[in-house]
């Protein structure tokens, strides 16, 4: 069982940066593949970004490509979700999940975090 926590989130203005962090508490994320998703009001859950276990692969959703950035820290047992020049329909409550298998649907995915909300003002 890994449990996974998530911080970070916060309010910030549009054009601005934020840094989302994702850890694992009870285990680590040895193996795992690391997303994350977003959830606005209204709105179905939706793939954000991906990280392999060995970070070589990486996949965004493609509003999101050259503004967001995945990467983990193995040392830190943490993944991180770099967020620039952020836009008010990035606001949503951002959620990151880990499993065994690499994908961009949520079904793919076994734990989950509460979630960090960002709200992006414009």
């Known amino acids: 069982q890994v449990q996974v926590v998530e911080s970070g989130g916060g309010l910030v203005q549009a054009g601005g940066s934020l840094r989302l962090s994702c850890a694992a508490s009870?285990?680590?994320?040895?193996?795992?593949?690391v997303a994350w998703f977003r959830q606005a009001p209204g709105k179905e859950r939706e793939f954000v970004a991906a990280?392999?276990?060995?970070?070589?692969?990486?996949n965004y959703l493609d509003s999101v490509k050259g503004r967001f950035t995945i990467s983990r820290d193995y040392s830190k047992n943490t993944v991180y979700l770099q967020m620039n020049s952020l836009k008010p329909e990035d606001t949503a409550v951002y959620y990151c999940?880990?499993?065994?298998?690499?994908?961009?649907?949520?079904?793919?995915?076994?734990?989950w975090g509460q979630g960090t909300q960002v709200t992006v003002s414009s």
């Open positions: 990280i392999s276990w060995s970070g070589y692969m990486t």
């Open positions: 999940a880990a499993g065994e298998k690499y994908g961009t649907t949520w079904l793919t995915y076994d734990y």
């Open positions: 009870e285990r680590t994320f040895t193996g795992y593949v």
